[in-house]
């Protein structure tokens, strides 16, 4: 039968994770897990003069979705503003996801944006306007 | 004779196909149980012909509705063996007959530095409500340990009864080990120290033979929709005297018997204990799925899941990197709780689900338990009266699928 949403690149990237690890000295990190299956992950950042992402690494454990996609997307935001990284959008990670999904494994994938996005507005960024604290 | 294609006919679901093409191979009934077209049509005829508010209409409908709704509770004394029907009180399902006695018998009984015995075995509706009331009252939770191979570490009951002790409250089955605990004698060693015992019996009434006066407990719960019965009803059994000295747990209508602008005198055995217009269609649902469980036999059926258990569990074992969680043999309830090597259990679950087969994924509301285990989630195969060897097989292949998805 189909399983088509594992895709190669899915399982590839769950045998070989792109940016896996902890930083040193991150400007931002937070981790979360998602309680329904266990999954963790944490996410380190580090930022440049001009507030673009420098340095991106992950980690934590999890099903092939969720892992998969914290490569995905830790690749993406290599090099983009803070307020790029605010504003990354679910429908672009479930693009680079690229398989259908159900909606229980929906969550699976947008966990390391969630965790991502926690860390983001978590630090003052004086270009952002909507950022009050 | 246990008739299986006969029984496969009664739950209609069965010949449903879940995607184009692909039929269902339902393997979660620890999660919720299909229903059966007897229970479908008791309900069905109640909504179409006979329903009524119950208790307090003169006319005619909320007469049979009464009667109907009335005749289920003792249908339901009966498949348990409570000595009397007052003795059964229909609440929303298992969790809510725990929070039932913590928040009621709980409050009005247990002081600072009484204690409340559980185990590391059991499910988040056993373990919350006490966790509630713990911390509100100042009691102290223990947890009998379970051994590796998934079973009660009995030898250390001494150790955690103690004269502070006030009550026992522990799973017949586990939902994810499937261990099948000896129910007497946790309740004897629970009395033994004065200390109530309470059964969490919604792993097990599904399954085989209830006798609450048999197992001697105080309370005991479970739950309607994994006994063929609907969802929104579960059932708390509690002993005549305990229950007539409880408070309310829920106000309003139905469980009083008089009220003034200055107070309420709550309604006699069972009805103090249900509020506000009850589970009348789901009651219904509920007895038509005891007659049905008891045409079969539950002994029947127990023997029936013993056979098919121990198929699936030598099946699951020969399959490389799979390790089986809970006991071996005949101690083991109908279900197979595992890991595979380098796949997450919603992994697994997600691709069988492409070949029709349902599984359970996650912590099986067991969190703790996963915990001590060093694991996150486990995979859960569960089986029920209608359940066939080639189920089974479907299952087997199914994994070797998902090895191979994973290049493993």
């Known amino acids: 039968m189909d399983a088509g949403m594992y895709r190669e690149q899915i399982i590839d990237l769950y045998e070989h994770p792109l940016n896996y690890g902890h930083l040193e000295q991150p400007d931002f990190t937070y981790e979360e897990d998602n309680p329904l299956c266990g999954d963790v992950i944490r996410i380190d950042v580090r930022l440049d003069e001009q507030q673009r992402v420098a340095e991106v690494l992950w980690s934590g454990d999890g099903c092939a979705i969720s892992q998969a996609a914290a490569s995905l997307l830790t690749e993406e935001i290599k090099g983009q503003t803070l307020a790029e990284v605010k504003a990354f959008s679910s429908e672009r990670l479930l693009e680079l996801v690229g398989v259908p999904l159900s909606m229980a494994r929906v969550k699976c994938a947008l966990l390391s944006l969630k965790v991502l996005k926690a860390g983001a507005y978590g630090i003052p960024d004086p270009s952002d306007m909507r950022h009050h604290e | ?408």
């Not at chain 2, 009667?67 to 399902?93: D, K, L, S």
């Not at chain 2, 988040?124 to 570490?153: C, K, M, S």
């Open chain 2, 1 to 408: 004779m246990y008739d299986i294609e006969r029984i496969r006919a009664d739950f209609p679901i069965l010949t449903t196909e879940v995607y184009p093409g692909v039929p269902l191979v339902y393997l979660d009934s620890a999660a919720s149980s299909q229903k059966p077209l007897v229970v479908l049509e008791a309900m069905d005829d109640y909504y179409r012909h006979t329903h009524a508010n119950v208790h307090r209409g003169v006319h005619r409908l909320s007469e049979l509705a009464t009667t109907a709704y009335e005749g289920a509770r003792v249908q339901v004394a009966e498949f348990i063996h409570a000595p009397a029907p007052e003795e059964v009180i229909f609440v929303g399902n298992a969790t809510e007959g725990f929070n039932l006695v913590a928040y009621s018998w709980g409050r009005a009984n247990l002081r600072p530095g009484d204690e409340i015995l559980l185990t590391e075995m059991e499910h988040h509706a056993n373990l919350v409500p006490w966790q509630i009331l713990a911390a509100e009252r100042g009691i102290t939770l223990r947890y009998l340990p379970f051994r590796d191979d998934g079973t009660l570490a009995l030898e250390r009951l001494d150790e955690f009864l103690t004269e502070r002790t006030r009550l026992f409250s522990f799973t017949a089955v586990s939902n994810v080990f499937g261990t099948i605990n000896p129910v007497r004698q946790l309740v004897d060693a629970a009395h033994a120290v004065g200390a109530l015992a309470m059964v969490d019996a919604a792993q097990s009434v599904p399954h085989m033979p209830t006798d609450v006066v048999g197992f001697d407990c105080d309370f005991l719960a479970f739950s309607s929709h994994k006994m063929c019965g609907p969802t929104g009803i579960g059932v708390l059994y509690g002993r005549r005297e305990l229950l007539a000295a409880m408070p309310p747990f829920l106000g309003g209508g139905d469980m009083i018997r008089r009220v003034t602008f200055d107070g309420f005198i709550p309604n006699e055995l069972p009805w103090k204990f249900e509020a506000g217009t009850p589970r009348i269609a789901e009651a219904i649902g509920l007895g038509a799925a005891v007659t049905y469980l008891s045409g079969l036999g539950l002994e029947a059926i127990h023997q029936h899941e013993q056979s098919i258990t121990a198929y699936a569990l030598e099946a699951l074992s020969e399959i490389p990197g799979l390790r089986l969680l809970g006991p071996p043999g005949t101690q083991h309830g109908g279900l197979a709780s595992f890991t595979l090597e380098g796949v997450h259990p919603h992994d697994i679950a997600d691709i069988l689900d492409k070949s029709g087969i349902a599984i359970r994924a996650g912590h099986h509301c067991a969190m703790p338990l996963h915990h001590r285990l060093g694991i996150s989630a486990s995979a859960r195969a569960s089986f029920y009266v209608h359940t066939i060897p080639a189920e089974i097989d479907h299952l087997v292949a199914g994994l070797h699928r998902v090895r191979e998805v994973f290049r493993l």
